[in-house]
Nanobody, 115 residues
Framework: QVQLVESGGGLVQAGGSLRLSCAAS????????TGWYRQTPGKQRELVAV???????NVADSVKGRFTISRDNAKNTVYLQMNSLRPEDTAVYYC?????????WGQGTQVTVSS
């Protein structure tokens, strides 16, 4: 069983930056696709950015040029550096990991961007 523990959310003013971290348990991290989704009340969870075990990226158009996803396989950790934050980035951000056709989710961390 994989457990994902997020950290780094919080309150920031528009134009500011935050870095989210997600630490995974287990030994499969290096081979897994991992990344971040976000959700606001009444809306479906949406992809923010994911990175495969080989380093291939899938990044939402709405965050391209502002958010950067990276991973450190030695630390079993995926990061999301968020710059130039906007009020519309306000959401609960969920860490995600996919391996062997199974999906795992973190508990979510709130990011609030004030205008």
């Amino acid at each position: 069983q994989v457990q994902l523990v997020e950290s780094g959310g919080g309150l920031v003013q528009a134009g500011g930056s935050l870095r989210l971290s997600c630490a995974a348990s287990g030994s499969i991290f290096g081979s897994a696709t991992t990344g971040w989704y976000r959700q606001t009340p009444g809306k479906q969870r949406e992809l923010v950015a994911v990175i495969s075990g080989r380093g291939s990226l899938n990044v939402a158009d709405s965050v391209k040029g502002r958010f950067t996803i990276s991973r450190d396989n030695a630390k079993n950790t995926v990061y999301l550096q968020m710059n130039s934050l906007r009020p519309e980035d306000t959401a609960v951000y969920y860490c995600y990991l996919q391996y062997a056709y199974r999906n795992y989710w973190g508990q979510g961390t709130q990011v609030t961007v004030s205008s």
